[in-house]
Antibody, heavy 121, light 113 residues
Framework: QMQLQESGPGLVKPSETLSLTCSVS????????WGWIRQPPGKGLEWIGY???????KYNPSLESRVSLSIDTSKSQFSLKVQSVTAADTAVYYC???????????????WGRGTLVTVSS | DIVMTQSPDSLAVPLGERATIDCKSS????????????LAWYQQKPGQPPKLLIS???TRESGVPDRFSGSGSGTDFTLTISSLQAEDVAVYYC?????????FGQGTTVEIK
C-alpha cells in the first residue's frame, strides 16, 4: 500500500523560501505524476503544480514565478520550493499521487496527511 | 481559469435521508474527443486530507460506499449521498482537471440535522 508523507519546516520567515519534501513508500515513483496542493487554514484547496517521474512539470500560473518542483526517484522523493513567501502562503501543504493512465490531466487518488507551514517573523 | 461553484455552502440532512450537492463550472469540462467529463469529487473530514470519492464525474472509487453517486455533464454536476450516515459528516469538494490551472469548488459542509 503506497503512502505519502510530507516533511519540512513548520515555520518560515517572510521573503524566505519554503521547502517541502514528499517521501513515497510502498511503491515506485515511476509511471506516476505527483502533485502539490495547499489549503489555507479554514479555507479551500488550491492546486500548486505537478511533476512527472521524468522531471516534466506543470504549474499553476498564479504561482509559477515563485514555485519549483523537483523529483529524486533514487530516494523516492519529490520536492516543492516556494520563493519569497508571505503570510498568504500560510497553509497546509499536501502532496498527492495522480494515476498513471491519465497522462497528466487527472485527479488525485492518494494524498499525504499534509503539513502546516506558517509564514511569520 | 475555470471557476467551480458549489451549492449550497452547507446543508443539514437527517440521518438516512438524501443529501445533494451541486457543482457548476464556468466552462464545459467535457472533452469531446473521448466524451469524458474531467470532474472529481472529494470528501474531507476534520484534520484529514481529502479523499477521492468520484472521478470522471460518475466513476466511484474502489471502496467508496455505493450510497455515493456522481452525475452530470458539461458544466453541471451533482454528488448525491442516497442515505446519509453519521460518518459522512464532512466537507465535499468538486475539482476540474480539464484545464490548467486545475481548480476546486469552495466546498460544501454536510452535517446531520
Amino acid at each position: 500500500q503506497m503512502q505519502l508523507q510530507e516533511s519540512g519546516p513548520g515555520l518560515v520567515k517572510p521573503s524566505e523560501t519554503l521547502s517541502l519534501t514528499c517521501s513515497v513508500s510502498g511503491g515506485s515513483l515511476s509511471s506516476h505524476y505527483w502533485g502539490w496542493i495547499r489549503q489555507p487554514p479554514g479555507k479551500g484547496l488550491e492546486w500548486i503544480g505537478y511533476i512527472f517521474y521524468n522531471g516534466d512539470t506543470k504549474y499553476n500560473p498564479s504561482l509559477e514565478s515563485r514555485v519549483s518542483l523537483s523529483i529524486d526517484t533514487s530516494k523516492s522523493q519529490f520536492s516543492l520550493k516556494v520563493q519569497s513567501v508571505t503570510a498568504a502562503d500560510t497553509a497546509v501543504y499536501y502532496c498527492a499521487r495522480i494515476p498513471p493512465y491519465c497522462g497528466g490531466d487527472c485527479y488525485f487518488d492518494l494524498w499525504g496527511r499534509g503539513t502546516l507551514v506558517t509564514v511569520s517573523s | 481559469d475555470i471557476v467551480m461553484t458549489q451549492s449550497p455552502d452547507s446543508l443539514a440532512v437527517p440521518l438516512g435521508e438524501r443529501a445533494t450537492i451541486d457543482c457548476k463550472s464556468s466552462q464545459s469540462v467535457l472533452f469531446s474527443s473521448n466524451n469524458k467529463n474531467y470532474l472529481a469529487w472529494y470528501q474531507q473530514k476534520p484534520g484529514q486530507p481529502p479523499k477521492l470519492l468520484i472521478s470522471w464525474a460518475s466513476t466511484r472509487e474502489s471502496g467508496v460506499p455505493d450510497r455515493f453517486s456522481g452525475s452530470g455533464s458539461g458544466t453541471d454536476f451533482t454528488l448525491t449521498i442516497s442515505s446519509l450516515q453519521a460518518e459522512d459528516v464532512a466537507v465535499y469538494y468538486c475539482q476540474q482537471y480539464d484545464n490548467i490551472p486545475w481548480t476546486f469548488g469552495q466546498g460544501t459542509t454536510v452535517e446531520i440535522k
